[in-house]
């Protein structure tokens, strides 16, 4: 059966996850997970810029560092989305959000989730962004399709999830969003 973009916003909005409603204190950041509003919906992803010194060529969801400018963590990755590839604020329809997850930096990331226009042209910054691309909803939440690495770091263990798409290794907090989501909406 294949995954329908009322499906997946039914089972999102019914099967919230449960979280703490107040942040750590430190530094925070947030993301935007922008789901493709198509028959069978697609989910964007972007790999990093080769030039940025921390995570270059990763593949990633659109997103940064939160400003004082901003006025919550979805205007956060609203923003963010705008100037990496292009999304105006007022083309998402905001679902709602996953939990925060803690970066290999430090960063409280907190993942949004929005729904775009298939028609939406993007207009990659390429200071922050190479190459944008598609993959379909349905694939991306196969949980199967994730295998777990353990990393270590400063003598402490990390799992890390790890999938590929394609031509591109989707790894580290990205997978681990997306594995997130697949997971609480028992697709």
Same mark, same amino acid.
């Given at each position: ?54 995570? !270059? ?16 963590? =979805? ?5 963010? !989305?705008?100037?990496?590839?292009? =999304? ?27 729904? =775009? ?67 609480? =909406? !028992?697709?």
């Amino acid at each position: 059966m294949a995954l329908t973009l009322d499906d997946f916003r039914s089972r999102f909005l019914l099967q919230q996850p449960a979280r703490s409603t107040q942040l750590l204190s430190g530094r925070h950041a947030a993301v935007l997970v922008p789901i493709v509003a198509r028959p069978e919906p697609g989910l964007l992803l972007t790999q990093r810029s080769h030039a940025l010194r921390k995570h !270059a060529g990763q593949v990633a969801f659109p997103g940064g560092m939160q400003d004082d400018t901003d006025a919550s963590l =979805i205007a956060t990755a609203l923003r963010e !989305a705008q100037e990496e590839v292009g =999304i105006e604020p007022h083309q998402v329809e905001v679902l709602g959000a996953l939990p925060a997850v803690t970066s290999s930096t430090g960063f409280q990331v907190t993942p949004v989730l929005g729904i =775009i226009p298939a028609d939406l042209r993007l207009t990659i910054n390429p200071d922050e962004v190479s190459s944008a691309f598609e993959m379909p909803l349905a694939e991306a939440l196969q949980l199967s399709r994730y295998s777990a690495l353990e990393v270590h770091r400063a003598g402490v263990r990390h799992p890390v999830w790890l999938s590929r798409y394609q031509d591109y290794l989707v790894w580290g907090m990205t997978a681990g969003i997306i594995r997130s989501l697949s997971t609480q =909406i !028992a697709f």
